[in-house]
């Protein structure tokens, strides 16, 4: 079973919309968690952090519900370049090197 | 700073043919990573090294050696390519600050093994 789930979608929003992508993780010792962010045949790019109880940036909040193992990532008035594919990510801590498991990615896309 | 770099952006080989795939940061990152990603599939850890000297196995080894050549340089080799190697291929580096840990990509090399 793959650590980390997303519905991959697509979501087709109206610009204006609001829009939340859940994820579920499967390793309880994950601690940390991530969105990142990939454009069409780009890399990805963080998006924001999701610690403890979670956090807001601008239009974006990010929640993370640790006894329900899941996270969710919430964008307001979505805007036309707000089309990318989302990635949830958790983080082990092995040592130093800390790997990240990625999501497949949720594909968003905000029509005119 | 240029961030994360990664030589070639394109590559076409012929089956059995072999590569290395280029990769640097100038970020004075500790860790350094290959992924390869493929649709529907997402990303995956192929090798990785979490400092200078040192390399350790991801999800999807096999084809593929790296070398740490020095904290800012990481490469990757298919020695033999074979057309399941045909993906998208990402190097990543990072640090661990505090409790937070991120991962800067290059911009990607698409490799097509035919």
């Known amino acids: 079973r793959k650590e980390v789930e997303q519905d991959p979608g697509p979501f087709n929003v109206p610009e204006g919309a609001t829009v939340a992508f859940n994820c579920t993780y499967s390793n309880s010792a994950s601690q940390s968690f991530f969105w990142y962010r990939q454009d069409c045949r780009k890399e990805p790019k963080l998006l924001m952090s999701?610690?403890?109880s979670g956090n807001e940036d601008g239009r974006f909040t990010a929640q993370l519900n640790r006894a329900s193992q899941y996270i969710s990532l919430l964008i307001r008035d979505s805007k036309l370049s707000d089309s990318a594919t989302y990635l949830c990510v958790g983080a082990n801590y092995g040592g130093s090197q800390g790997n990240l498991i990625f999501g497949k990615g949720t594909k968003l896309s905000v029509k005119p | 700073n240029a961030g994360v770099t990664q030589t070639p952006k394109f590559q076409v080989l012929k089956t059995g043919q072999s590569m290395t795939l280029q990769c640097a940061q100038d970020?004075?990152?500790?860790?350094m990573y290959w992924y390869r990603q493929d649709p529907g599939m997402g990303l995956r850890l192929i090798y990785y090294?979490?400092?200078?000297?040192?390399?350790d196995k991801g999800e999807v080894p096999n084809g593929y050696n790296v070398s740490r050549l020095n904290k800012r340089e990481f490469s990757l080799r298919l020695e033999s390519a074979a057309p399941s190697q045909t993906s998208v291929y990402f190097c990543?580096?990072?640090?661990?600050?505090?409790?937070?840990?991120?991962?800067?990509f290059g911009p990607g090399t698409r490799l097509t093994v035919t």
């Open positions: 990543a580096s990072g640090t661990l600050a505090g409790v937070s840990y991120e991962q800067y």
């Open positions: 999701v610690y403890s």
């Open positions: 090294s979490a400092s200078e000297g040192t390399t």
């Open positions: 970020m004075n990152h500790n860790s």
